[in-house]
């Protein structure tokens, strides 16, 4: 509610009234996007280094326009000039040195390497942000078995869940210097982003179901693109990194005429090959697939209902949106090397030795100025001054930090973010 200035009271806590508020951009019906389009890789993110061991590079944030309909630019964010920003791809092992730029007019950003494991003063926490117009370095090294999906995004305090809606969002892939998946699979990026567009082509201001249950946008977008389309051969097999960059969205997907096997998560790969009929993505959470596409004719990647709680009228419909298209043509593939059925060992945890009670609640309450919401953990709010001895979660979700401990309940919603 901190960026909703002369936000009415609302007389009582029936949403169906409505309260004068716009309860969800309902008053019109979404803007059409072409499908269909070839699916694009995302652009690499290119490594200045010049010798091995090394990635050096620089990302920019800065306002951008984006033409998702024929005629209209719709004023944006993005990492380079582009949204989703570029791939990162490095190697375990590396060392990571990214100059990033904060070209948001008066506005503070930060990067966060979302699930990596770095240094918590080069994590781009909210404690530590950077002001607009100033840069700063970010340096760190990839552990060994450190292989896996993550990505990027800002994560400065109360402003997260905007900065990434409106274009800050990017893959970031460390690959293992040994690598048991067939080379033949090939290595492809899907990154889902959820838009929501206006009549004249803008993104709408948030409303007050977005602050109660996260903003949902009217299109997921696969790479930047509505239904892109992706053509193999029948028989072919190929390794998709499934990304969930939408704010608040909960995505249950399921293909449609082809196989589905899991072999890694937001930990990199899994001890062994698991097969899936469907997989449900939360904002933020990243899965490693290799579908096989034994039969011909079209493959779809479609998402199935799903109830993830909501407050008040206007649940977006989660069934029946196809994401990706898979043209299988008849046409065999090249013989594929079979999936090994050992992937990596992981070692078993041991026995813990501490044991916590973590009680998550939200709240609402009104106030002179409106309604206030909270979402806490064993009944405290985020605190920005908390103290290095405080009580906390070694590795709390997203923004982690063990030197700085912060209770927030963190996901990609509006309301939620970095509170």
Known sequence: MDDMPGMEPMPSMDMSGHAGHDMGAMAQAPAALPEGEALRDLPLLANEAGRSGLFKARLTAAPATARFVEGQDTPILAYNGMSPGPLIEAYEGDRVEITFANRIAGEQSTIHWHGMPVPADQDGNPMDPVAAGADRVYAFELPEGSAGSYWYHPHPHGRTAEQVYRGLAGAFVVKAKAD??????????????????????????????????????????????????????????????????????????????????????????????????????????????????????????????YDRGWTGPGRPADAGLTLLTVDVSGALAETMPPLPGRLRPIAPFGQPTISRRLVFTETMAMNATGMEMGFLINGKAFDMGASTSSPGPARPSCGKSPTRPTWTTHSMSTARSSR
């Open 180 to 305: 048991p998946i067939p080379l033949a699979y090939g290595d492809t990026v899907l990154m889902f982003t959820d838009l929501r567009l206006a009549a004249d082509g803008s993104m709408p201001d948030t409303t007050m179901t977005d602050l109660m249950n996260g903003r949902v946008g009217d299109h997921v977008l696969v790479n930047g693109q509505k239904n892109p389309k992706l053509t193999v051969a029948r028989g072919a097999k190929r390794r998709l990194r499934l990304y969930n960059a939408a704010n608040a969205r909960f995505l249950r997907l399921a293909f449609a005429n082809a196989a589905m096997t899991l072999i890694g998560s937001d930990g990199g790969l899994l001890e062994a090959p698991v097969a899936a009929e469907e997989i449900l993505l939360s904002p933020a959470e990243r899965v490693e697939l290799v579908v096989a596409f034994d039969q011909p004719g079209s493959a779809t990647l479609t998402t199935l209902d």
